[in-house]
């Protein structure tokens, strides 16, 4: 079986009045190659009237920004032209590439009706070769993701890229990475053979599991050996798993706020295209 390396507790970092726990990059971790960065937020609820998300217009280069939508919704907007509101159980896939600005906030409706809230970005690197390609934006609903029933329906969940098991992924991507949201009942058990070199994503977002023999628990992220193939996980409550793996892409890795590069002087010039309008003008 794959051994763990570290269990790594997520950081509580509130943003205004959103709830917020960072597992990566904390003071224990900074990446697992090519995963780069995870925030999440909730749950929790909002009121009426209420102000919704915080995340106004702001600039990315170099990366893409994977967003599940567990609970509320968030309504988007680039500079590319894309516009979409995602509700809950759908996910929004952004390669921001070689720049674009982009505004994450929350639906009229949400605002003025309020209600839970809980969604998860994740950041996935790209590879040199595709750090300036041309940025891209799909938003899907939950009825446009593929779903998975394991364990005889004990597992169901949502293959949002790659593939698991037979099911293929609902986004193409750039790059080979594989993910998932695996809703477990009590008990449920899943047995999945991961290449070893490949690096596992393993944030459980609720409850608690047994991974390989080892109790990991809600806002908690498993960082593992690439020592073996198999993986045995079972739930000791309801839960929920953020599941990825991917290849390293082995490549240095530069990241300065909204920017990941390979060097400084390409984080430079990203924040001068930016501050010159390369990146897309903005517009209310």
């Given at each position: 079986?794959?051994?763990?390396?570290?269990?790594?507790?997520?950081?509580?970092?509130?943003i205004?009045?959103l709830?917020?726990?960072?597992p990566?990059?904390?003071?224990?971790?900074q990446?697992?190659?090519?995963f780069?960065f995870?925030?999440?937020h909730?749950?929790q609820k909002?009121?009426?009237?209420?102000?919704?998300l915080?995340f106004?217009p702001?600039?990315?280069?170099?990366?893409e920004?994977?967003?599940?939508?567990l609970?509320?919704?968030?309504?988007?907007?680039?500079?590319?032209?894309?516009?979409s509101?995602?509700?809950s159980?759908?996910?929004?896939?952004?390669t921001?590439?070689?720049g674009?600005i982009?505004?994450?906030?929350?639906?009229?409706?949400?605002?003025?009706?309020?209600?839970?809230l809980?969604?998860?970005?994740?950041?996935?690197n790209?590879?040199?070769?595709y750090?300036?390609?041309e940025?891209?934006?799909?938003?899907?609903?939950?009825?446009?993701?593929?779903?998975?029933?394991?364990?005889?329906?004990?597992?169901k969940?949502?293959v949002?890229?790659?593939?698991?098991e037979?099911?293929?992924?609902?986004?193409?991507?750039?790059?080979d990475?594989?993910?998932?949201?695996?809703?477990f009942?009590e008990?449920?058990?899943?047995?999945?053979?991961?290449?070893?070199?490949?690096n596992?994503?393993?944030?459980?977002?609720?409850?608690?599991?047994e991974v390989?023999?080892?109790?990991?628990?809600?806002?908690?992220l498993?960082e593992?050996?690439n020592?073996?193939?198999?993986?045995?996980i079972?739930?000791?409550a309801?839960?929920?798993?953020?599941?990825g793996?991917?290849?390293p892409?082995?490549?240095?890795?530069?990241?300065?706020g909204?920017?990941v590069?390979n060097?400084?002087?390409?984080?430079?010039?990203?924040?001068s295209?930016?501050?010159a309008g390369?990146m897309?003008?903005w517009?209310?």
């Open positions: 079986m794959r051994t763990i390396k570290k269990i790594h507790k997520a950081e509580y970092r509130p205004a009045d709830i917020t726990y960072s990566m990059p904390t003071g224990s971790i990446m697992i190659d090519p780069l995870l925030n999440h909730g749950p909002y009121p009426p009237n209420n102000n919704g915080p106004g702001h600039p990315h280069r170099g990366m920004t994977v967003t599940f939508i609970d509320g919704d968030i309504a988007h907007k680039d500079s590319g032209g894309h516009k509101v995602i509700e159980g759908g996910v929004q896939w952004m921001a590439g070689s674009l982009h505004a994450e906030v929350s639906s009229e409706k949400f605002k003025k009706e309020g209600g839970d809980e969604i998860l970005q994740l950041w996935i790209l590879p040199a070769k750090k300036m390609t940025p891209k934006y799909f938003g899907f609903q939950k009825d446009q993701i593929p779903a998975i029933s394991l364990d005889e329906g004990r597992i969940g949502q949002v890229s790659g593939k698991l037979e099911t293929a992924g609902a986004f193409n991507t750039f790059t990475v594989n993910l998932a949201t695996l809703n009942e008990g449920a058990k899943l047995e999945l053979s991961i290449p070893s070199e490949h596992i994503f393993f944030y459980v977002i609720k409850g608690e599991f390989n023999g080892n109790p990991v628990k809600a806002l908690n498993a593992f050996n020592d073996d193939e198999k993986l045995v079972e739930a000791r309801e839960s929920i798993l953020l599941f793996h991917a290849k892409f082995d490549e240095p890795v530069v990241a300065r909204p920017f590069m060097s400084m002087e390409e984080i430079d010039q990203a924040y295209d930016f501050q390369k897309g003008k517009s209310e």
